[in-house]
Structures are given as C-alpha cells and as structure tokens.
C-alpha cells in the first residue's frame, strides 16, 4: 500500500503564495493533488506523470505550477495569486494509470485557507 504524507498547508492572504509537498513509500506513476471546499464536490487541482505529463483543473491553469522530483518520489504544487475560493482540504493522490485516471492512493488531506 503506496502511504503518501503531505506538508505545507496553512492561512494565505488573497493575492499570496503557498507550496504544498506529497511524499510517496514508492515509486508512483502519477502524482497530484485534488482538493474539496465546504459544500463543493471534490475536483482537479493538478496531476502530473513521471514522465512530465501534466493536467490542471480550469480553475487553477495559469496560477498553479505543479513539479516533481522523481528521485525523492515527491510532488509539488506551487499556488499563486491565490483567490479565497481555493480555500480547501487538498489531498494529494497517487496513480499507476494515467493523468485521466484518479488513484487509490489518497494522503491524508492538508487545508489551504486563503482569507486576509
């Protein structure tokens, strides 16, 4: 069973910057991050491939730049012009199939709060 921690949640002014951290046990395929806002659905913030492939969620593209770093089997996202709609749990997820395809490899959620 792939155990993934997340690191590097916390309160964000509007406007500000934060990075979010997931390390994985093992190697992973895909790496990424969903998130959950009270009363919403859970949806896309970014996923990325070992192999650089990349997907955002529209809400995010252009202010969200998601990395990893294969070696140390670890994602990152870093956040800008952060709005207080992405206020959320993000949970980082893991994946042996694709970008397209939502793992079974869940963290155990970390909360962004952007509020000034």
């Known amino acids: 069973q792939v155990q993934l921690v997340e690191s590097g949640g916390g309160l964000v002014q509007p406007g500000g910057s934060l990075r979010l951290s997931c390390t994985a046990s093992?190697?992973?395929?895909?790496m990424g991050w969903y998130r959950q806002g009270p009363g919403r659905q859970r949806e896309l913030v970014a996923v990325?491939?070992?192999?650089?492939?990349?997907k955002y969620g529209n809400s995010v593209k252009d202010r969200f730049t998601i990395s990893r770093d294969n070696a140390k089997n670890t994602v990152y996202l870093q956040m800008r012009a952060m709005k207080p709609e992405d206020t959320a749990v993000y949970y980082c997820?893991?994946?042996?199939?694709?970008?397209?395809?939502?793992?079974?490899?869940w963290g155990q959620g970390t909360q962004v709060t952007v509020s000034s």
């Open positions: 990325i491939s070992s192999g650089g492939t990349t």
């Open positions: 093992e190697s992973v395929y895909v």
């Open positions: 997820n893991g994946d042996r199939v694709s970008v397209d395809h939502i793992g079974d490899y």
